[in-house]
């Protein structure tokens, strides 16, 4: 795991979009594809410090590298929270980021390239946010996510490392890849 980059992931949930599916198809399906927008617009614009987001349904993942940086921790967060923002004017959601290594991404896939083409004619795309974090950011959100319904939850390595100017509600879990307890902070506002 030596070569693996250090990063945080976060993940981003609308509430309520699920059940509200059924009854309002139309409505619900215009919101995500709003929201899908908003990510594309604000990562390909203000979000410097974040390499790579992914988003789908009524969800976003967002990958930043820490590249060695002990101050880079503030920044990176300051982005989730103005992007988190954002998508609360559309829907409430709620964030979660959590702190650790990325899978570093396969060299080479055996895939067929269309001959004369540098074009990858793969259907598979691979997702580089793919790590313990993100698997431990869908932890946190099932062992607290009903339970407690915060704003936010955030990995105590991260929350440490940055100034947030509200007293958190702290729980511990199991976390990949040790299952070692580690502390959540959780934030019933947004961090800023």
């Not at 001959?115 to 795309?125: A, F, L, Q, R, T």
């Not at 793919?130 to 959100?141: T, V």
């Not at 511990?172 to 502390?183: A, D, E, G, S």
């Amino acid at each position: 795991m030596n070569d693996w980059p250090h990063c945080i992931v976060s993940y981003i949930d609308l509430i309520g979009i699920k059940r509200e599916l059924q009854a309002q198809k139309n409505e619900v399906i215009s919101i995500i594809k709003r929201l899908h927008q908003i990510v594309y617009d604000e990562v390909n614009g203000s979000m410097a410090h974040h390499e790579f987001a992914y988003s789908w349904n009524d969800s976003v993942v967002l990958l930043a590298y820490l590249n060695g940086q002990p101050k880079s921790f503030e920044p990176i967060m300051r982005e989730v929270n103005e992007l988190k923002q954002h998508i609360n004017n559309l829907c409430r959601c709620y964030a979660i980021s959590v702190k650790g290594m990325a899978i570093p991404e396969p060299i080479q896939f055996h895939s067929q390239l269309i001959p004369g083409s540098v074009v990858d004619n793969s259907k598979h795309i691979y997702i580089k946010a793919s790590s313990m974090a993100l698997a431990n950011c869908f932890n946190i959100e099932e062992e607290f996510g009903r339970m407690y319904k915060k704003s936010w939850y955030v990995d105590s390595r991260i929350a440490k490392k940055i100034r947030i100017h509200q007293t958190p509600f702290i729980r511990r879990i199991r976390m990949l890849p040790t299952r070692r307890k580690r502390q959540v902070f959780m934030y019933d506002r947004d961090l800023w």
